[in-house]
């Protein structure tokens, strides 16, 4: 038989994939500007939410079956079930939030992270084999691998690339209707053989609707308690106390019998809100393709300007591009170190910032820097 799904049960798979998506994107899109201590309980938290939310979703998608007989799980198969969704995804946070940026870097992320949700998806089929001998079309299985893949880099993306920079809101959208996709996709080409009815004894104590319900409500209260613990307040991100100065755009305009000095100031985005990040706190500026990340000594901001345009409205005589990718504060250079491939600056920050030098750039750097000293 070609298995039908309770409405009801759909739409709440929906909601706890967007739930548990627009929760682990808030938290990984702290961890690049996060210091050291923070990111390891911003990736553990955004890891168990997406998981969460990923393995929910399926969960809540199989009860939502409509089959002649009671529905019964075997435990082992669905305990580690969760326990693969949990690990890929951690490993794929972990992998693109740590790790350098690269497009390498992301597509092994989603291949590892799309295939270990597919083998969470078919293993927690198998849960189901107490109730129905099931058999599934080539074609669909092949669907959702590519489709599962697919999901984790869009996941991926909107959470670490330039898409990060979009709504949470759009992002988790789209990230929930791709893991729903997938999960449908394979149970597009499911077909269940029946077993025998259960006899009063072997019939499990709960109903599929109450323990979707149970199993949903756990999931929100989980990821939400994420949410309000480690995702910083709206005043933590407007002020980070000295090294970053930012101010925000819908702020209101200073007294005119007090008027307040005029600094030159680049646009940033950060959570969806546009602020304005102090040049005179500018450590580097480092191109992100048509963007660039601004550093302050403490943290990384995104800047919807291109690195031209930036290098337009800085100082020349304070900074420099020192790479064709990277622009530093020349008075915030502490020292330059060699490498077997080339050299680098090592910045004057509160948290350890390093930028390449290009061939051309050495002499000219090193001279700029000897006529400080000897200046001084």
Partial sequence: MVPAHAPWLVALSLLVAFQGSYVGLHLARQIGNARARSQRALITGSALTLALGIWTMHFVGMLALELPVAIDFLVLPTLISFLVCVLVVGFA???????????????????????????????????????????????????????????????????????AKRSVLLSAVLMALAISAMHYTAMAGLRLQIHDAMSPADMPALSPGLLAIVVSVVAFVVSGLFLLTLVPSRAEVAVTGPVAVVTELAQEP???????????????EKDGRRLQLDIARLVAVQAQAHYTSLFD???????????????????????ARVHRSHIVNLDRIAAIKKTADSDIVAMMAKIPYQAPVSRSRRSWLKQRLDGRETAA
Wanted: proline share 8%.
């Fill in 93 to 163: 946070v972990f992998a693109v939030g740590t790790l350098s940026p690269s497009r390498m870097h992301a597509a092994l992320a989603s291949l590892f992270m799309g295939g270990g949700i597919v083998t969470m998806h078919y293993l927690g089929m198998y849960a189901l084999h107490t109730s129905a001998h099931m058999t599934h079309d080539p074609f669909f299985v092949a669907a959702s691998v590519v489709i599962g893949i697919g999901a984790s880099g869009t996941a991926l993306w909107f959470g670490f690339g330039p898409g």
């Fill in 297 to 319: 000594g403490e943290l990384s901001w995104f800047c919807p300007l291109p690195i031209s345009e930036v290098e337009a409205q800085l100082d020349p005589t304070v900074f």
């Fill in 254 to 268: 200073a007294a005119e019998s007090h008027p307040a000095p005029q600094h030159k100031t680049l646009p940033v």
